[in-house]
């Protein structure tokens, strides 16, 4: 599912126009991005939890020529499924 299919898929379900179907996962969205940059965990019970993980610099190697290269400390964002989720995907 993409971001247009849940768009139409929460007009058909809510009633609404597309446009507030749009705005509405778009705050939605955005929400989440902005807790995220904020290192704040999302939890969303039942469904998934995400988070930020923040890694350490180290010395990583170029495939390419073999020479050693030092990367820079690095924040990534993860997701984590919760055990419902888990439950209903292995059906």
Known sequence: MNKLELISAL???ASISKSEAARVVQIFFD???DSMAKEDRI???GLCSFYVKNYKSYTGRNPKTGEKVTIKPK???FF???KELKERVDI
Do not use: Q, W
Request: overall charge positive; proline content about 7%; charged content about 40%.
């Open 31 to 33: 929400s989440m991005a």
């Open 75 to 77: 924040k990534l964002p």
């Open 11 to 13: 007009k058909n379900e």
């Open 80 to 82: 984590k499924s919760g």
């Open 43 to 45: 939890e969303i019970r």
